[in-house]
């Protein structure tokens, strides 16, 4: 699927927010293990959180429903028992990490595995943890990298998980800590990158029913033997996704407002506002609207990035456009994502004629007067939205293989064609 974006100017649009991936994912799970029944309503259905609800129906949990709402049978913390299976997470880095701690409460053998690029994406320092604490883990490939199998126990106590990769391990163990034998007590070194996901976490752990004790970013502890209570619950909306529908202000000039975002959440890609008023936007926010508004000329920025990694790519989108320099730190562990993103984005802005460098842990983008032209966003959906800014911006910018949208945000292209950008 080939989407081709034309120049937009002085725009007044209104969206509605998809809901959010992260908190889909941990709900799904959340909801998995809890005892009694969990109505999940308004849950994300995309690419990346089906491969999470279809591998928890493979561990023999019980979800009717194919849309709003999910209705989840809780597992207690105790999976049914059964032969060995293989859960194929697809491009889901999330759900292949979260899952891997989770599986440990299967009396059996499980095996997650994935993607090609999936098994370029590390695993080790989570399955180094596991293992510490009465797991066994076996790579079926190359060590430290997906697939691999995973069986024994998940006993909780005292364990270390590196946090310079991912945030997402520490998630894992974090999600599973209430079903263990033992408290869990976290600790993570250095100090996580994208640690704003752990406040993602720790919310929906507490919605559920357990409230993790913390230290900062880098100490955590988890009760066990209370265990989540199943509930209704309602996923909020995505700021990750919404950023592509407000950058189209800045770029483009006029108002846009999003729909859908609750004013207090704890995700740390509401960062993205803060931004695009220091790029000269002006941003206000009414009950759970955000309106981004700009009618003067756009600045660059300065920011350290890593705790709203998925926004990287729309701030990087909206940079060209500014009058200064924007530099972004904070951006090493993406090389880690579904594409090596920093690279792949610096390499695609250069084709159009854009000006970047790029250093071990931070990009910088000089403005440019871009051009037309086409577009592989490498599989990566994040970026493949963000062309879609830039092109709007610009005009005549072709997005190949567009569908990759459908990883977290299936609606991308059908709502820009709603309000007449396609």
Not at 25 to 33: C, M, P, S
Not at 53 to 64: C, D, E, H, K, N
Not at 219 to 239: C, S
Not at 370 to 395: K, S
Request: charged share 20%.
């Amino acid at each position: 699927m080939r989407v081709t974006l034309r120049r937009a100017r002085d725009v007044d649009l209104r969206f509605s927010a998809p809901p959010s991936k992260s908190y889909t994912h941990r709900a799904l799970i959340a909801g998995a293990l809890a005892n009694g029944e969990t109505v999940l309503r308004t849950p994300l259905l995309a690419q990346d959180t089906h491969r999470t609800l279809a591998a928890l129906r493979t561990l023999g949990v019980s979800i009717t429903g194919n849309g709003d709402p999910l209705r989840i049978r809780g597992t207690g913390g105790m999976f049914p028992t059964g032969g060995p299976v293989t859960l194929d997470l697809g491009d889901s880095g999330t759900s292949l990490r979260l899952l891997s701690s989770v599986a440990l409460l299967a009396s059996r053998e499980v095996t997650l595995d994935g993607s090609p690029r999936m098994r370029e994406r590390p695993v080790g320092p989570l399955a180094d943890a596991l293992t510490a604490m009465g797991g066994q883990v076996r790579y079926r490939g190359r060590t430290g990298f997906p697939p691999l199998t995973v069986q024994g126990v998940f006993r909780g106590g005292t364990v270390t998980v590196d946090g310079s990769i991912s945030s997402q391990f520490a998630s894992s163990l974090l999600l599973a800590g209430p079903c263990g034998r033992e408290d869990l007590v976290l600790r993570i070194d250095p100090p996580p990158v994208s640690a704003s996901y752990l406040d993602v976490t720790a919310d929906i752990m507490a919605a559920f029913g357990v409230e993790v004790e913390r230290e900062g970013t880098t100490i955590f502890r988890v009760p066990a033997g209370k265990g989540y209570r199943g509930r209704e619950y309602r996923v909020e909306g995505d700021y990750s996704s919404a950023s592509y529908l407000l950058a189209l202000a800045a770029v483009a000039g006029g108002r846009v407002t999003v729909e859908g975002l609750a004013p207090r959440s704890v995700q740390g890609d509401r960062m993205f506002l803060s931004i695009l008023a220091s790029m000269g936007c002006n941003v206000r926010s009414e009950g759970d609207s955000v309106t981004v508004e700009r009618a003067g000329p756009l600045h660059g920025v300065e920011a350290e990035m890593s705790s709203a990694p998925d926004t990287v790519m729309t701030v990087c989108a909206v940079a060209p456009f500014a009058d200064s320099p924007t530099i972004l730190t904070g951006t090493g562990h993406l090389q880690y994502k579904e594409s090596d993103r920093i690279r792949v984005m610096a390499g695609r802005i250069r084709l159009l004629g854009g000006k970047v460098e790029v250093g071990e842990d931070r990009i910088r983008i000089l403005p440019a007067a871009l051009h037309g032209g086409t577009v592989d966003p490498a599989g990566d959906h994040r970026i493949a939205m963000a062309f879609a800014v830039i092109g709007l911006g610009a005009g005549g910018v072709t997005v190949e293989h567009a569908e990759t949208v459908g990883k977290s945000f299936p609606g991308f292209w059908d709502q820009l064609r709603g309000v007449g950008l396609l």
